[in-house]
């Protein structure tokens, strides 16, 4: 292959059509939730994953599962949970079955604070990819966004 073959540039096209789409989302959105709520998308995301948690087996996540699921590192997870910890929206407990394991729960705060962002981060999204549907550029991605399922339930 070379820097001109057509399947890389292809490729290169998509990529950066998924990164410009990318972008615009995470801006639009962390700009209403700033705006609202005063939770940065992080925040948001990293409230939204833990509130999913569940006391059955595997329901509660390990710090590196975490920090996959919000795509950070493990140590810029850690400083967003501290964060979030002492603004009072995160608790962290030792796991019961293993000293070496810490758990982080949303607090009563946190999941109101999650209840009252969710539709402003809903409202949001449907906003720019409703005009991102508009460029042909990325009307195939926002397609692709609006087409996947849920892999996880929200907790009510």
Same mark, same amino acid.
């Given at each position: ?88 929206? !995160?608790?962290?407990?030792?796991? *019961? $079955?293993?000293? &070496? ?6 607090? =009563? #705060?946190?999941?109101? !604070?999650?209840?009252?962002?969710? *539709? $402003?981060?809903? &409202? ?6 409703? =005009? #991102? ?24």
């Amino acid at each position: 292959m070379t820097a001109t073959d057509p399947a890389l540039t292809a490729l290169a096209n998509g990529w950066a059509a998924l990164y410009v789409l990318y972008g615009r989302i995470e801006a639009h959105v962390e700009r209403a939730l700033q705006a609202e709520h005063e939770l940065s998308v992080r925040e948001y995301s990293l409230l939204d994953v833990l509130s999913r948690q569940h006391d059955g087996e595997g329901g509660h996540l390990q710090m590196k599962q975490v920090a996959d699921a919000v795509v950070l590192s493990q140590s810029a997870t850690t400083r967003l949970v501290t964060r979030l910890e002492d603004r009072g929206l !995160l608790s962290r407990y030792l796991c *019961p $079955t293993d000293r &070496r394991g810490i758990y982080t729960n949303v607090s =009563e #705060a946190g999941l109101a !604070l999650l209840a009252e962002a969710r *539709p $402003t981060n809903e &409202r949001a999204l449907r906003e720019v990819l409703e =005009e #991102a549907a508009r460029n042909p550029e990325l009307a195939p991605l926002v397609a692709a966004v609006e087409a996947v399922k849920p892999v996880l339930p929200l907790r009510s």
